[in-house]
Structures are given as C-alpha cells and as structure tokens.
C-alpha cells in the first residue's frame, strides 16, 4: 500500500482529528489528466490524483513519481505544525480506496505550467465549495 504524507493547517488538523474513526472517514477519489503540448515542443501529459474529503471541507491533489502508482488502497498520513498546546502532534492516518474514476483536460504547457495551472483551477474551485485544497508535487515537477 502506499503512503503519502500531509502537513496541514491546524484548523484542517482539527478537523481531522475529529472526523477520522479507525483510520477510515468518508471520501472520494478521481485521477486528473493533463495533456498538451507546449508551443513548439513535444505533448506531455500530467497525472495528478485527487482526494476529497467532504466532512471535512477538505482536498488534496497529488503527483507522483513515474515508478510510483496507487495500486487500490492509500494511505495518508496528516499532520500539522507544532503549537504552545500541542507540542508533537499524533499522525492521523487514513486509509482509503482509490476509485478508477478519470478526468481529463487540455492545457498547452510544460508539466509545471500545467501544474500551475490546474492546482489553480482546483483550489478556485474547492473555495466555491467551502473547502480547503492543498497540492503536493511528490513527482518533484517543481524542482525543475
């Protein structure tokens, strides 16, 4: 099974803490697919894995690296920074199941224009929502 890791705000932490019960807390999963070809260069294609978590107004988007791959269950493990009241916070775990739904959109860019560009897209829309989105490059496309 893989394992991600994310560090929250202490609010969604909270939150969290709240709703998860035996690792589990009701969600849903896509993966997103962006492809297109940056002005004169070859197509390149995005895959970023989506979670929401809709009891807890929350939302994470992620990459990975090519070897890398959810087989059907995840785990994430969240956390959030130190504070005066909580000196260590305790990783909430969840593990879900990552459904085969698929999305796609087209976007004329490098992977990083492209994950600019979604990771935009998904956190104008969660707002609309109420909701919190955070994005994780675990492809390391950001480094580039």
Do not use: W
């Amino acid at each position: 099974m893989l394992n991600i890791g994310c560090l929250v705000v202490n609010e969604d932490y909270d939150r969290l803490k709240s709703s998860i019960k035996d690792n589990k807390l009701p969600h849903f999963t896509y993966t997103l697919t962006v492809s297109g070809a940056p002005e004169g260069g070859e197509p390149t294609t995005l895959k970023l894995y989506v979670l929401e978590l809709v009891s807890s107004n929350l939302s994470i988007g992620f990459t990975l690296p090519p070897d890398k791959e959810i087989e059907k269950e995840l785990e994430v493990i969240f956390t959030t920074q130190p504070t005066a009241d909580r000196q260590m916070p305790e990783d909430l775990k969840l593990i879900c199941e990552f459904s085969d739904e698929k999305k796609d959109t087209q976007y004329a860019g490098e992977n990083l224009e492209k994950l600019e560009y979604i990771g935009y897209s998904l956190e104008k829309f969660y707002e609309t929502k109420k909701a919190t989105f955070y994005l994780f490059d675990y492809e390391g496309i950001t480094k580039i």
